[in-house]
Structures are given as structure tokens and as C-alpha cells.
């Protein structure tokens, strides 16, 4: 049974940088034949794509995020990881750990709200 | 502004049927059967319901059903029930987008 649970802080200062991760149980992040990535939610609006990561392959940034973020994978932990540099109050969302299966998520993290604020 | 167009909201009865479109362009949702449709409830993540246009995940409830025709795909919900009430988003490849899956911007399901 694949599990996607995110964590990290619930508050980030302005012009901070957000670290969330990512830990995947029930199957291998680099083994599999999937993406992997993150989606956010900012409140009361739609589903935004972050980032794509195939573990034989590339990533695929958001055109209008990709000077800011970073993703990497703990192979030994079974972990994502993402980092939004220099966040603003545009970036207060729940972030989603996703699986993509083809073009479609076919598994979803909880979510984790993450506000900035100082 | 989303890639996808879906309608703000919609509603119906309980026992009724409701559709939702999603309205692409041929790099998207008419050039591909690659739509997929989500449910979101409050404070929850999104569930997938379709994918491939028609095609439902196991354990997903037969009274949803999804099509396509030209640009636009549709979402319908038969035999309404309170439990439906939710936000649905479509999905779609999209060979004109770096990541290569676009989302519609949500339609909020209200059962009267």
C-alpha cells in the first residue's frame, strides 16, 4: 500500500526558504517507473503543479517557480524533498506530495498547509 | 488563469444526474485521451475518480462516468448523492506545457 506523507514547518518567515519532505512507504522512489512530484493548493484556489521528477530522466519545473525551487531525492530514506527560496505571502498554500501514473496523480499526500508570515 | 475552463459551480438534486464540462484546445483535452477528473472534499487531498477520459480507478462508484468530445471533456455524476457535494477538477496532458499536465481551474458541486 503506497503511503505519501508530507512534513515540515506550518510557518515560514518572508524572504525565507520552505523545506518540506516527502516520505514514500510501500514502494521504491527510484526503482519505480513513475513521476514523482508537488502540487500546491493556495486557500480557496485550484491545484498547482511544482514540480516532475523521473528517476530516469529529468525534473520539470513550473516555468514561474523553477528560478526558486529545488526537489532532490534521499534514496536511502525514500524520500522527496522541496525547497522554495524567498517566499512571500503568494506562496502561503498546502503543498501535496504526489505520485503521477502516465498523466494522471494517482496518489496524494495528506497535505501540509504552509503560511508565510512574519 | 487555468489552462483548463470549467463552470465556477454547478448543482443538483439528490437521485438527479449533473455534468461537468472541461474545455481545452487541441494541445490538451482534444489532441489526447488523456483527461482525468479529481475529487476534492474540504480539507482533504484531491481523490482521482477518472482517468484516460472514461476509464475509473478501482473502488471509484460506477455513477460516475467521463467522455470527451472535441475540445471538451465532461464529468457525469448519476444518482446524486449528499457525499458528492465537493470541489471536482479536470486534468489533461498538454503538449504545449513544460510539465506536461495542465488542471481546470475546479467546479464546485452543490447538492440541493
Known amino acids: 500500500q503506497l503511503q505519501l506523507q508530507e512534513s515540515g514547518p506550518g510557518l515560514v518567515k518572508p524572504s525565507e526558504t520552505l523545506s518540506l519532505t516527502c516520505s514514500v512507504s510501500g514502494v521504491s522512489i527510484t526503482r519505480s517507473s513513475y513521476y514523482w512530484g508537488w502540487i500546491r493548493q493556495p486557500p480557496g484556489q485550484g491545484l498547482d503543479w511544482i514540480v516532475n521528477?523521473?528517476?530516469?530522466?529529468?525534473?520539470y519545473y513550473n516555468p514561474s517557480l523553477k528560478s526558486r525551487v529545488t526537489m532532490s531525492v534521499d534514496t536511502a530514506k525514500n524520500q522527496l524533498s522541496l525547497g522554495l527560496t524567498s517566499v512571500t505571502a503568494a506562496d502561503t498554500a498546502v503543498y501535496f506530495c504526489v505520485r503521477r501514473n502516465d498523466f494522471w496523480v494517482d496518489h496524494w499526500g495528506q497535505g501540509i498547509l504552509v503560511t508565510v508570515s512574519s | 488563469q487555468s489552462a483548463l475552463t470549467q463552470p465556477a459551480s454547478v448543482s443538483g438534486s439528490p437521485g438527479q444526474s449533473i455534468t461537468v464540462s472541461c474545455t481545452g484546445t487541441s494541445s490538451d483535452v482534444g489532441g489526447h485521451n488523456s483527461v482525468s477528473w479529481y475529487q476534492q472534499h474540504p480539507g482533504k487531498a484531491p481523490k482521482l475518480m477518472i482517468f484516460e477520459v472514461s476509464n475509473r480507478p478501482s473502488g471509484v462508484s460506477n455513477r460516475f462516468s467521463g467522455s470527451k468530445s472535441g475540445n471538451t471533456a465532461s464529468l457525469t455524476i448519476s444518482g446524486l448523492q449528499a457525499e458528492d457535494e465537493a470541489d471536482y477538477y479536470c486534468?489533461?496532458?498538454?503538449?504545449?506545457?513544460?510539465?506536461?499536465?495542465?488542471f481546470g481551474g475546479g467546479t464546485k458541486l452543490t447538492v440541493l
Open positions: 521528477f523521473y528517476p530516469r530522466g529529468t525534473n
Open positions: 486534468s489533461s496532458y498538454s503538449s504545449s506545457d513544460t510539465l506536461g499536465v495542465v
